[in-house]
């Protein structure tokens, strides 16, 4: 079965700052890899989303995020943050192949200074 | 277009009572998701539908949990009896189709209820 690891509880950054976020997944061929933000009180939103293809994926709110094989990864990046960016961040995985069943990980709290 | 909605938003009740929640699905969407987000925790995944069938429950603690999604639109989730461990955000999501490999599967969430068991 599929996993998914986001090492990282909390993140601070300051407003303008740039942002990484890492996810890790298990499975044993290509995943459908996913980012979701879930601002308090709300559903979750997707940000981006891996299927096959070019490894860097363009996402809203200029987020993106590369699929890197070897490394069995999955990080969001943004170029410079926003205050408004604070959220929490999900990190999901599907097996591509069987039923859809998708896995999430445990999430990031991102906080930003300003 | 209208989003997935879901009620009550927010419930209190008390251990060995039951609770049921509501999810209207976006119109035309095939596939709905049932998903327990434990606070400091990622969603689980509970239950999926396709239409009026099930999917997957292999997560669905079904000595106490139900589900069903009749005419396959709505859909309500139950518990009876509540246990405290059942304190937990419940959302529901919806697809339109669901199957693997489609660019269609992107899920989209509903607000969540989220349940208070004291």
């Known amino acids: 079965a599929q996993s998914v690891t986001q090492p990282d509880i909390h993140i601070t950054v300051s407003e303008g700052a740039s942002l990484e976020l890492r996810c890790n997944y298990s499975?044993?061929?290509?995943?459908?890899l996913f980012w979701y933000v879930q601002s308090p009180g709300q559903g979750l939103q997707l940000l981006l989303k891996?299927?096959?293809?070019?490894?860097l994926v363009q996402g809203i709110k200029g987020f993106e995020a590369e699929f890197k094989r070897s490394q069995s990864s999955f990080n969001l990046r943004k170029p410079s943050v926003h205050w408004s960016d604070a959220a929490e961040y999900f990190c999901?995985?599907?097996?591509?192949?069987?039923?859809?069943?998708?896995?999430f990980g445990r999430g990031t709290s991102l906080i930003v200074h300003p | 277009e209208a989003g997935v909605a879901q009620s009550p938003r927010y419930k209190i009740i008390e251990k060995r009572q039951s609770v049921a929640f509501w999810c209207n699905p976006i119109?035309?969407?095939?596939?709905l998701y049932w998903y327990q987000q434990i606070l400091g925790q990622g969603p689980k995944l509970l239950i999926q539908?396709?239409?009026?069938?099930?999917?997957?429950d292999s997560q669905l603690p079904k000595d106490r949990f139900s589900a069903e999604r009749l005419k396959g639109v709505d859909s309500t989730l139950k518990i009876q009896p509540a246990k405290l461990e059942d304190s937990a955000v419940y959302l529901c999501?919806?697809?339109?189709?669901?199957?693997?490999?489609?660019?269609?599967?992107?899920?989209?969430f509903g607000p969540g209820t989220r349940l208070t068991v004291l």
């Open positions: 539908f396709q239409n009026n069938g099930v999917v997957d």
């Open positions: 999501a919806s697809s339109l189709m669901g199957a693997s490999g489609s660019t269609s599967d992107t899920q989209y």
């Open positions: 119109s035309g969407h095939a596939t």
């Open positions: 999901a995985v599907v097996a591509s192949g069987g039923s859809y069943i998708p896995t």
């Open positions: 499975y044993g061929a290509t995943p459908y």
């Open positions: 891996y299927f096959s293809g070019d490894t």
